[in-house]
């Protein structure tokens, strides 16, 4: 069947220090790669997405890789800011289907 | 930018009560979703739907579960009988394909607490 797994949090690091937090996938398929950002107190958000491999999502300094060959979609950006403390969530979709198949999500905290 | 609206964001219900929760999507959206979030486990995928039918469910969403769209904006969740393990944060999410490459946007949630 399709799974995410992701890094266990809380991940804490201080303010514009580099970020890391792995996601690997299994998947019958192709699939379509994203990862969501859910704030405190509100709805999960698309931070970026892939859909093939060796492509790169990136959005407001975050990216990822679709890499086929080891199966992961790793969340990068090199400055964290206090703002980005949020929880993380890595997903999938594979072809001919609509389910979004989540991680369990990483919680960032980020202190100044 | 236009985005998915909730209600309530927060519903209290008996057990065995019946419970309907609210969804508008984004406006030409055509496929529209629910998740759910049991408290520290995993988003799970419940159901799809698409020109009024059902085109994708999971095995949570049993015979207890009913989808509906019942005029041009809403869409709607419906537990005829809700139970204490139905308590959760429930998602509804839209995306105008249906390909598994468009991305799916999401509301702020219910958090439906059973009593």
């Known amino acids: 069947g399709n799974s995410v797994t992701q890094m266990e949090g809380p991940v804490t690091l201080s303010e514009e220090a580099f970020l890391t937090i792995n996601c690997t996938y299994t998947a019958t398929g192709y699939p379509s790669l994203f990862w969501y950002v859910q704030y405190p107190g509100e709805g999960l958000q698309l931070l970026l997405k892939a859909t093939k491999a060796d492509d790169k999502g990136s959005n407001k300094g975050f990216e990822a890789t679709y890499r086929k060959e080891t199966t992961s979609f790793h969340l990068e950006k090199g400055s964290v800011q206090v703002s980005d403390s949020a929880v993380y969530f890595c997903a999938l979709v594979n072809t001919g289907f609509q389910k979004l198949v989540f991680g369990t999500g990483t919680r960032l905290l980020v202190s100044p | 930018e236009p985005e998915v609206t909730q209600t309530p964001s927060h519903q209290v219900t008996q057990m065995g009560q019946e419970v309907i929760l609210r969804c508008v999507p984004i406006?030409?959206?055509?496929?529209f979703y629910w998740y759910r979030q049991i408290l520290g486990q995993k988003v799970e995928f419940l159901v799809s739907?698409?020109?009024?039918?059902?085109?994708?469910k999971s095995e949570i969403f049993d015979d207890q579960f009913s989808v509906e769209r019942p005029d041009g904006s809403n869409f709607t969740l419906k537990i005829r009988s809700t139970k204490l393990e139905d308590s959760a944060m429930y998602f509804c999410a839209s995306s105008d394909e249906g390909y598994s490459n468009q991305p799916q946007h999401f509301g702020d949630g219910t958090r439906l607490s059973i009593l």
């Open positions: 739907f698409y020109n009024n039918e059902i085109s994708e």
């Open positions: 406006s030409n959206h055509l496929y």
